[in-house]
């Protein structure tokens, strides 16, 4: 009933919520991408957009199509691998963003690895700034984690924007400097939230640095300082900052995928490749990623 090109074409759509985006993630004409979603929604008899000059947003029903899309693809694509005989085989050296410690990236991993028992998935959780310096080394096969700002490389995931945040009670005293909880260099999202503060000339203090997520929320939920994050991760027990505080905006931010320089490839164990690895894990992540930015 339901057309795989276009159910593609949707999750795009709904995950980056822009058709141009949507095109170049696919490699299709804007226009191609326009077609789909109209004859998705011809199938379905209803609106899964709503869309205008400036922004493009999931209807309730649209919303209810991700679920139904995600699963209707899952089994499309383990149909298409039974019946080909294809088996992706080899190791897979995969690293992921401390961001996404408490997201519900595990069911897609998990799902994969059902899916691919012969590949030896290895994870690398790290802070991005580590990732893309063990992506460039060769040292990783696939990498999901935050954008450098200005960087263009990567298949986006999602955008969204850094916050401040911090424990509900926490209050900030003017006259003194910010206390800062921190990731170590070459973190990405503290070397934004320093560069800000520089701007604004804001005097700040490392209160805290760990290279843990888990300890930054420790730290935080403490009432030892403030952080940089996601706007679409916030951890429980944390909450944004509030405006009256006076800290600087952070600006926005991309979680893409990046590849190695293998496109496509996992190592074998005899150190060869495992063709196909990557693209598998990376087309699995895309079509889960709005389950990102959620807690499990």
Not at 132 to 140: F, P
Not at 185 to 208: D, F, H, K, M, S
Request: charged share 25%.
């Amino acid at each position: 009933m339901y057309d795989p090109s276009q159910l593609r074409t949707f999750l795009a759509v709904a995950q980056t919520l822009s058709f141009t985006q949507a095109a170049r993630r696919l490699g299709l004409r804007q226009s191609t991408v326009s077609q789909h979603v109209r004859r998705l929604e011809d199938a379905t008899g209803r609106q899964l957009f709503t869309r205008d000059t400036h922004s493009v947003d999931l209807t309730e029903d649209g919303e209810a199509m991700l679920g139904f899309a995600r699963r209707l693809l899952e089994v499309h694509e383990q149909a298409a691998a039974f019946f080909t005989g294809t088996r992706l085989r080899g190791r897979l050296r995969f690293g992921a963003s401390e961001d996404f410690v408490l997201t519900r990236l595990t069911e897609i991993l998990e799902a994969f690895r059902h899916e691919h028992p012969e590949v030896d998935l290895e994870l690398t959780v790290e802070l991005s700034g580590t990732l893309h310096e063990r992506l460039a080394a060769g040292k990783l096969d696939l990498v999901l984690a935050k954008r450098r700002p200005q960087d263009t490389r990567g298949e986006p995931v999602w955008h969204d924007r850094l916050v401040w945040i911090g424990a509900e009670r926490l209050r900030l005293d003017p006259e003194r400097p910010v206390p800062l909880i921190v990731y170590p260099p070459p973190g990405i999202t503290r070397a934004l939230a320093l560069e800000a503060l520089e701007r604004q000339g804001r005097p700040w203090r490392v209160a805290c640095t760990s290279g843990s997520l888990n300890g930054l929320i420790a730290a935080a939920r403490a009432g030892l300082g403030v952080m940089a994050h996601s706007r679409g991760l916030i951890p429980p027990g944390l909450v944004r900052v509030p405006e009256r505080a006076g800290l600087p905006e952070l600006g926005k931010v991309d979680f893409v995928l990046l590849h190695g320089r293998a496109r496509g490839a996992g190592r074998g164990r005899d150190g060869g490749t495992a063709p196909g690895a990557a693209d598998a894990l990376a087309a699995a992540i895309l079509a889960g990623g709005d389950r990102l930015h959620r807690a499990p």
